[in-house]
């Protein structure tokens, strides 16, 4: 029978042989298996864990990288002459969580929090995230700015906030999808009037959603239930193990993996799922290989569903499938890291956010902080993030151009920066995903 089950944002696809075609022949030693699952991200490797811990099914994952994890990617990044460290080419967060690991109540706490807690993954803990601006260290004209040493910023920051409450509030009689965040900051009585304003504005929304308040329909994106749900902080993930981030990826499929019922084909990217015959589901990769079975399982992300549906399922997708997944909307995130000689900046700070534009266009905001104690010591590393418009205009630049913008925004602030050992800019086209926002219209790509 025929079964095909979809959700969004992240759309997963259920597969088995429709009872209403010709049989496909399959060859004596081709094994077909009970259920292929197609993808070894967080999904994948948690479908497979469940059946293999639940079942005797034959179940086997193909994976189109050289590891597990999916968007959750580390990698390498530093010089001899500093050292090296591992970062996170995709996931790095965990937002909505409990300043505390409270075994008593798991099911009350963020899953991925749960994890965190049962596994150890180290972290900076980031009190606040965007349902918090108070605290802020805004650094403009080469100045640094913290609501205790202006009052003029910390006003400010009491009217994001109260604006914010207020847009929130909105939710509860808006139903229009086209009324944007900040037409409802608008209507509170908030708008941002300089760049200081736009620091602000940008933590409340730009820096969840990845899009700009006038791009961001209102109540797709609030009330944020992972902040309201589990709890208003984050979790900036920097784990030095194996597997960085990815590590209770790892932990979830262990058992499976030591008990020899784990297979799994990395370096396998599907490039086609027939499941138009009776007997079996064929996938084929990239490089000519077939796999067969009875069920399939499609753990992709959205982004890549998006952009290869209409080649990769024969048949093809269901058409309400198919128009759900074209209006997906993404958007623009990217992750620039330098690493220099020495710590230069106040180590003291977890994150500065930038608030002057340095005479171009667009903004480079927050600056994370790698070397502080609490996060990756020794690695004299910043973390840069750009999001919306600004981050796609960026992708367009070579890893110099990037480079050299980056640089120019710091010396602006901060005239005696040094020259950077190293550099790495992870861009929204090396790394095809889905980071699903609540667009008005515009859709991007991650």
Same mark, same amino acid.
């Given at each position: 029978?025929?079964?095909?089950?979809?959700?969004?944002?992240?759309?997963?696809?259920?597969?088995?042989?429709?009872?209403?075609?010709?049989?496909?022949?399959?060859?004596?030693?081709?094994?077909?298996?009970?259920?292929?699952?197609?993808?070894?991200?967080?999904?994948?490797?948690?479908?497979?864990?469940?059946?293999?811990?639940?079942?005797? %099914?034959?179940?086997?994952?193909? +994976? @189109?990288?050289?590891? !597990?994890?999916?968007?959750?990617?580390?990698?390498?990044?530093? #010089? &001899?002459?500093?050292?090296?460290?591992?970062?996170?080419?995709?996931?790095?967060?965990?937002?909505?969580?409990?300043?505390?690991?409270?075994?008593?109540?798991?099911?009350?706490?963020?899953?991925?929090?749960?994890?965190?807690?049962?596994?150890?993954?180290?972290?900076?803990?980031?009190?606040?995230?965007?349902?918090?601006?108070?605290?802020?260290?805004?650094?403009?004209?080469?100045?640094?700015?913290?609501?205790?040493?202006?009052?003029?910023?910390?006003?400010?920051?009491?009217?994001?906030?109260?604006?914010?409450?207020?847009?929130?509030?909105?939710?509860?009689?808006?139903?229009?999808?086209?009324?944007?965040?900040?037409?409802? %900051?608008?209507?509170?009585?908030? +708008? @941002?009037?300089?760049? !200081?304003?736009?620091?602000?504005?940008?933590?409340?929304?730009? #820096? &969840?959603?990845?899009?700009?308040?006038?791009?961001?329909?209102?109540?797709?994106?609030?009330?944020?239930?992972?902040?309201?749900?589990?709890?208003?902080?984050?979790?900036?993930?920097?784990?030095?193990?194996?597997?960085?981030?990815?590590?209770?990826?790892?932990?979830?499929?262990?058992?499976?993996?030591?008990?020899?019922?784990?297979?799994?084909?990395?370096?396998?990217?599907?490039?086609?799922?027939?499941?138009?015959?009776?007997?079996?589901?064929?996938?084929?990769?990239?490089?000519?290989?077939?796999?067969?079975?009875?069920?399939?399982?499609?753990?992709?992300?959205?982004?890549?569903?998006?952009?290869?549906?209409?080649?990769?399922?024969?048949?093809?997708?269901?058409?309400?499938?198919?128009?759900?997944?074209?209006?997906?909307?993404?958007?623009?995130?990217?992750?620039?890291?330098?690493?220099?000689?020495?710590?230069?900046?106040?180590?003291?700070?977890?994150?500065?956010?930038?608030?002057?534009?340095?005479?171009?266009?667009?903004?480079?905001?927050?600056?994370?902080?790698?070397?502080?104690?609490?996060?990756?010591?020794?690695?004299?590393?910043?973390?840069?993030?750009?999001?919306?418009?600004?981050?796609?205009?960026?992708?367009?630049?070579?890893?110099?151009?990037?480079?050299?913008?980056?640089?120019?925004?710091?010396?602006?602030?901060?005239?005696?920066?040094?020259?950077?050992?190293?550099?790495?800019?992870?861009?929204?086209?090396?790394?095809?995903?889905?980071?699903?926002?609540?667009?008005?219209?515009?859709?991007?790509?991650?």
């Amino acid at each position: 029978m025929h079964r095909l089950a979809c959700a969004l944002p992240l759309l997963g696809v259920f597969l088995g042989a429709p009872a209403c075609s010709g049989a496909e022949h399959v060859a004596v030693n081709e094994t077909v298996h009970d259920v292929l699952i197609l993808g070894a991200g967080l999904a994948g490797v948690s479908a497979a864990a469940y059946l293999l811990n639940n079942s005797d %099914l034959d179940v086997m994952i193909l +994976e @189109a990288d050289s590891m !597990i994890g999916g968007r959750v990617h580390p990698i390498k990044f530093g #010089s &001899d002459e500093v050292g090296h460290v591992t970062i996170e080419r995709g996931a790095n967060w965990i937002q909505g969580m409990s300043p505390t690991c409270d075994p008593r109540n798991p099911a009350r706490q963020n899953p991925m929090w749960n994890f965190q807690c049962e596994y150890g993954m180290k972290g900076m803990y980031v009190p606040g995230s965007e349902q918090e601006v108070r605290g802020l260290h805004v650094v403009f004209n080469g100045t640094l700015l913290t609501n205790t040493s202006d009052k003029h910023l910390a006003e400010r920051e009491d009217d994001t906030m109260r604006a914010y409450a207020c847009a929130e509030r909105l939710t509860e009689s808006i139903n229009d999808t086209t009324v944007s965040v900040q037409d409802a %900051l608008n209507k509170c009585g908030w +708008e @941002a009037k300089d760049d !200081i304003d736009d620091v602000l504005q940008w933590k409340v929304s730009d #820096s &969840d959603f990845a899009a700009a308040a006038s791009d961001s329909s209102l109540i797709l994106s609030l009330p944020d239930a992972s902040y309201t749900e589990f709890g208003p902080d984050d979790w900036l993930v920097v784990d030095q193990n194996e597997y960085g981030f990815s590590k209770f990826v790892h932990k979830i499929i262990e058992p499976a993996k030591a008990a020899g019922k784990l297979q799994l084909e990395l370096d396998t990217n599907v490039t086609e799922i027939d499941y138009s015959h009776t007997e079996t589901i064929k996938v084929v990769s990239a490089d000519g290989r077939q796999f067969h079975a009875k069920q399939v399982i499609v753990t992709f992300s959205a982004g890549v569903l998006r952009h290869h549906h209409r080649s990769m399922f024969k048949p093809s997708l269901d058409p309400i499938q198919s128009a759900a997944l074209e209006a997906v909307p993404m958007a623009n995130f990217t992750k620039i890291w330098l690493q220099f000689p020495k710590v230069w900046w106040p180590d003291e700070y977890k994150c500065v956010l930038l608030a002057d534009t340095c005479g171009q266009d667009g903004k480079i905001i927050p600056w994370h902080n790698l070397a502080h104690p609490s996060a990756i010591p020794g690695s004299n590393a910043l973390l840069a993030i750009v999001t919306g418009e600004y981050a796609g205009m960026l992708d367009r630049l070579s890893d110099s151009e990037l480079q050299s913008v980056a640089m120019e925004r710091l010396k602006c602030n901060y005239p005696e920066v040094p020259s950077i050992v190293v550099s790495f800019c992870f861009l929204a086209s090396d790394f095809l995903s889905c980071f699903h926002i609540g667009t008005l219209s515009r859709c991007g790509r991650l």
